[in-house]
């Protein structure tokens, strides 16, 4: 599990293609400075594997089912991507809770640059659109924001300083695709409330 607090700006220093997967190299010696093997790393918000790493570096497989649903089959040597490592048991918790498992991708509209700050509209997947409330939390990119406004087909985030300085979010521009997960939360709530009242005592009855 993640929070959405980036702890490192990484760079891709190396892909490898197959015909439906994909091998990534990446620079971060902040996330590596206590890797081992079968470590969990978030990679533009996406939970990935170590299979190899040394003082700086680390190596990752990426499967078709997550190349067909994140933006990490576009990456190319040089990019960089927001990286963060699983939550500790013992740490803080500054964001919200991230799977790391990406929804959807979506696409940035528009830029409306504030005082020290910018507004970022975005396109709301109708798929997902149940999910994203106002002042709800989402992931954009492996990064933990509050919704600030929602419509039927859009939304908009407000990235602060530090989110347009330390993350990808601050270069991104307009017609980028980003990571899009929704609050988990959100989705037990809707199937606990789809279920008819009782129904798990039934269920626990039946295997009793």
Same mark, same amino acid.
């Given at each position: 599990m993640f929070t959405g607090i980036v702890e490192e700006l990484g760079t891709v220093v190396g892909v490898e293609r197959g015909p439906d997967s994909a091998v990534l190299r990446i620079r971060g010696p902040v996330v590596v400075s206590d890797a081992r093997h079968g470590a969990s790393i978030a990679v533009n @918000?996406?939970?990935?594997?170590?299979?190899?790493? +040394?003082?700086?570096?680390?190596? %990752?497989?990426v499967m078709a089912e997550t190349l067909s649903r994140s933006s990490l089959g576009g990456l190319a040597e040089g990019d960089r991507v927001n990286l963060e490592r699983a939550l500790a048991a013992d740490g803080r918790f500054g964001g919200h809770i991230v799977q790391g498992h990406v929804d959807a991708?979506?696409?940035?509209?528009?830029?409306?640059?504030?005082?020290?700050?910018?507004?970022?509209?975005?396109d709301l997947p109708p798929q997902l659109a149940a999910y994203?409330?106002?002042? @709800?939390?989402?992931?954009?990119?492996g990064v933990?924001?509050?919704?600030?406004?929602?419509?039927? +087909?859009?939304?908009?985030?407000? =990235?602060?300083?530090?989110?347009?300085?330390?993350?990808?979010?601050?270069?991104? @521009? %307009? @017609?980028d695709v %980003?990571? =899009?997960?929704?609050?988990?939360?959100?989705?037990?709530v809707e199937r606990l409330l789809g279920r008819p009242a009782g129904a798990h005592h039934a269920d626990a009855r039946a295997t009793s």
């Open positions: @918000g996406v939970c990935l594997t170590v299979t190899e790493h +040394d003082a700086t570096q680390f190596t %990752v497989d991708t979506t696409t940035i509209r528009s830029r409306t640059p504030g005082d020290r700050w910018e507004t970022v509209e975005l994203v409330v106002e002042k @709800g939390s989402i992931t954009l990119d933990s924001l509050t919704v600030s406004t929602v419509t039927t +087909d859009r939304f908009t985030v407000s =990235l602060i300083p530090t989110t347009l300085e330390l993350t990808t979010l601050g270069r991104k @521009g %307009v @017609g %980003v990571n =899009l997960e929704v609050d988990v939360l959100a989705k037990y």
